[in-house]
């Protein structure tokens, strides 16, 4: 597995896959929307709103699994030192990012028919809404350092250091709310989920995560790009600094 | 153990002028609150507890890109570095004179801002006991993002971003215990000692990133 952390080789590798993945994230998104929006029943409790399920579900699993995705390559790239997992860290998080401010969007536009608000402060919105803002932080890390190794190695403690915190923070929210039940907040997991919304929804998680793995792909594959650029700009300034051999001589003459 | 009380004395002897502005910064928060939301002493009751509890992390925040920022800049955390010394024992000595320096004047004067915000007796006690358990926390999770934004020229706005959201679990748990006398208390200790465990290592390790 460690030998696709050699730059070259996964450039390779990604750029044969990344037009195969693209294509399946393209079915499985277009089968899991028709499905979804169009074939799927409507709930007989809350009608057509349901439908904002199939897209918010599958981005709240997303936000946090991308979380977990960053910690691990923040991991290997702390431990080993590899230069693609961190890469694969800094193109995880604006993804993650997109997927938990979708979630949010989404779950406040279902919230204001079904809870009659735009936002309430259930432990699940209110831990969703600090994981938006530690993908914040990451991001801003990243971009406040210059220095691109640096900036890798400070992003991954942050991203660790997140990781560890995540459970605290999630299960101190859930004390929260639970002390501050006055405001009292609907449960909205149902008993079980009925299959004929299951399945769509099931598809679409899948369509989100092939999602997901097209787009690192791209943005690792950018990435690599810039930085080869770079290093080539750096190598062509330093060779026209130094002076060529017959300028050289043309002062001496 | 000499040399973490060596660091101790000397951060405390450095911070003899700065102490004040974070808790000029919290009375002044804790002054502005009741301006904002109406003198009404029943409201000003109930919000009391959390709103010293937030004026203290904010106070914290603010005191915190210094932390680190001076001893990178004039080269004390190479040389300690140099000297053999783990940087995990730097970390503790400056957190503690962080907190001893700091916040704890904060934990101090906080009843009395209590008292004006109309809390009595039994909350008055809750408050300081949650300050007093759960403000170590404030310093130790700073101190990792202050450990990162060390070597930043702009880093003030960068650390904030990065530590409140670590805060959501100590403002939680304090704001609770300090508002129902003590239901949460044990869990606010418990994120105390867990950041007390992982700080030391985190700001060691990203501030031995800053050292060229």
């Known amino acids: 597995m460690f030998g696709f952390a050699n730059p070259q080789r996964f450039m390779s590798f990604s750029g044969a896959a990344l ?58 790239s702390l431990i080993w030192g590899h230069a693609l997992a961190d890469v694969a860290a800094k193109a995880t998080a604006p993804l993650g990012a997109t997927f938990t401010g979708l979630a949010l969007v989404t779950g406040s536009l279902w919230g204001k028919p079904t809870w009659g608000a735009w936002w309430v402060w259930d432990a699940r919105l209110t831990s969703v809404l600090v994981l938006f803002f530690l993908y914040l932080g990451y991001m801003a890390l990243w971009s406040a350092i210059d220095d691109r190794i640096r900036a890798g190695r400070l992003a991954a403690i942050l991203a660790l250091v997140g990781a560890i915190n995540l459970p605290v923070i999630k299960f101190s929210v859930d004390f929260w709310n639970t002390l501050h039940q006055g405001t009292s907040v609907l449960r909205v997991d149902g008993p079980s989920l009925d299959t004929v919304f299951l399945y769509p929804l099931l598809m679409m998680a899948l369509g989100y995560m092939a999602l997901y793995v097209t787009l690192l792909l791209m943005r690792m594959r950018t990435e690599i ?20 051999p017959q300028t050289a001589e043309s002062t001496n003459g | 153990m000499k040399a973490l009380f060596a660091i101790l004395a000397r951060d405390m002897g450095l911070a003899r002028q700065g102490w004040g502005l974070a808790l000029g910064f919290f009375a002044l928060f804790v002054t502005l609150m009741p301006l904002a939301v109406g003198p009404n ?76 915000l109309n ?37 003030g706005p960068l650390l904030s971003i990065l530590v409140l959201p670590l805060f959501v679990p100590t403002l939680i748990f304090g704001a609770a215990s300090a508002a129902s006398s003590g239901e949460g208390l044990a869990f606010l200790g418990a994120v105390t000692l867990l950041s007390a465990a992982i700080s030391p290592f985190a700001s060691a390790a990203a501030l031995r990133l800053h050292v060229s």
């Open chain 2, 119 to 155: 809390l009595e007796g039994q909350a008055l006690w809750a408050l300081a006991i949650s300050l007093a358990v759960g403000t170590p926390a404030l310093s130790f999770i700073g101190s990792i993002a202050a450990a990162m934004t060390a070597g930043q020229r702009r880093g």
């Open chain 1, 225 to 244: 790009w810039q930085q080869q650029t770079r290093a080539a700009a750096r190598r062509q300034a330093v060779e026209s600094e130094r002076p060529s």
């Open chain 2, 41 to 116: 002493l029943e409201v000003l009751r109930q919000l009391g507890p959390g709103m010293i509890w937030l004026g203290a992390a904010l106070a914290t925040l603010i005191s915190l890109d210094r932390l680190y920022q001076a001893d990178v800049e004039d080269g004390s955390v190479d040389q300690l570095l140099l000297s053999g010394m783990p940087l995990e024992v730097l970390v503790l000595g400056k957190v503690a004179a962080h907190w001893l320096t700091t916040i704890l004047p904060l934990v101090i004067v906080a009843p009395l801002l209590g008292v004006m």
């Open chain 1, 19 to 76: 037009p195969w993945v693209a294509a399946v994230t393209v079915i499985l998104l277009g089968v899991a929307a028709v499905w979804g929006l169009v074939l799927s029943p409507a709930d007989y409790q809350q009608g057509d709103t349901v439908r904002i399920m199939y897209v918010h579900v599958p981005a709240a699993w997303m936000a946090m699994a991308c979380y977990a995705a960053m910690a691990g390559a923040s991991f290997v």
